[in-house]
């Protein structure tokens, strides 16, 4: 089974702060992903990354970047926290770049972040 | 931004009983995922559906895929209380536009004892 493991599940950090969020998948899958998941507004695409070094922009990257330096860990990082980044963050792999989004995407358990 | 319309938004039932939940946009999509989430824990991949029309089944859940691919269904059959979960579908817009996958906001499913 693909194992996607998040650093932390739960996470409080002070408003201003940079804080790092780190994801590691075991099945040398091309494709990562980083999500944020809100009451109400389901599950938005932050960052993906469909090799190392590469990163692409989702749905809401504003405030955020992302860093792929080894295949299997792809880190989401907030450059300056603020109350409003307060979420459940969840990453996700899958297998092969083509038919990227036709494919299952294997997710983490996810880290609350309380920025406060 | 495709919307993925789900419905209901919360569904609280006794078990034993069947239920349909809907996910429905305006869009055509070259294919539609269904994920259950517990929670604590991330979303689980329950299904894709590729073709127009498709029905696929997964013990107790039957998951369609509409004619024209702008619609899916998933209907559970004599629920149990570990059937209980968010359920999300999501879809790839396949008339190109931006790269990524289109989540709903999910149906939260609870069955009674």
Redesign the interface.
Known sequence: DVK?TQSSRYLVKRTGEKVFLECVQDMDHENMFW?RQDP??????IY?SYDVKMK?K??IPEGYSVSREKKERFSLILESASTNQTSMY?C?SSRDRVYR??Q???????TRLSIL | TQLLEQSPQFLSIQEGENLTVYCNSSSVFSSLQWYRQEPGEGPVLLVTVVTGGEVKKLKRLIFQFGDARKDSSLHITAAQTGDTGLYLCAGRDSGGGADGLTFGKGTHLIIQP
């Open positions: 996607v999500y109400g507004l389901g599950l938005r695409l993906f692409e989702g749905d969840l996700a989004w036709n299952p995407q294997h997710f983490g358990d996810g």
